[in-house]
């Protein structure tokens, strides 16, 4: 049985989240959280938890669309944000504070279950893209790392490149650490050892 996504609709008209709280029903979707009182938004989503988000609102204000979007960029989840109306800032905005989805004048119910889909599927994306990245800095680090510590041993113990990467090598099997942690902690000891 898959899994039942939890949705919280942050929206200050009753009737405009009622359109879509109907969309998501129809759609199987369920539980629906409704709040209407945006001032309850960061103490409430917290005891919700929600896996996705959509957030209408009908008349945006910079300080409102701020808020939403320092919102988003602590929750870490999937959010569709449906506006009436928006200028290219507040779109720029949007997307930097990792909004998924921004659809400006578009709230009709059987939209809503299209555009949540599509707002989780670009959420996902993203989020593999950037646990790719941080994959690949760390990965980098270490590199750098172990280049460093190589250079020690070759300068200090006289040995060759891959003389120096065996040791690192051998040693991190023996300790049953990775290349990385030995080299650093080489690079440390060295650094405490330079009068």
Do not use: C, W
Request: charged share 30%.
């Amino acid at each position: 049985m898959p899994h039942t996504l939890s949705i919280l609709v942050v929206d200050d008209n009753r009737i405009r989240a009622s359109i879509i709280e109907d969309g998501l029903r129809e759609a199987g979707h369920g539980p629906v959280h409704v709040i209407t009182e945006i001032n309850e938004v960061a103490s409430r989503i917290g005891e919700i938890a929600p896996d996705v988000v959509i957030i209408d609102l009908e008349n945006p204000n910079r300080d409102m669309l701020e808020h939403f979007f320092a919102l988003s960029r602590v929750l870490q989840r999937p959010i569709a944000m449906f506006v009436d109306r928006a200028d290219p800032g507040s779109i720029e905005a949007a997307v930097e504070a990792g909004v998924s989805a921004y659809v400006v004048d578009g709230l009709k119910k059987e939209r809503v279950k299209p555009i949540l889909d599509m707002a989780i599927s670009r959420f996902n994306a993203f989020s593999r893209l950037r646990g790719e990245l941080a994959a690949a800095r760390s990965e980098l680090e270490d590199r750098k790392t172990v280049e460093k510590a190589k250079g020690i041993l070759m300068r200090t113990r006289g040995l060759s490149e891959d003389e120096a990467y065996s040791l690192l090598r051998k040693t991190a099997m023996n300790q049953n650490r990775k290349i990385a942690e030995i080299a650093q902690s080489l690079i440390t000891a060295a650094g405490l050892l330079e009068p």
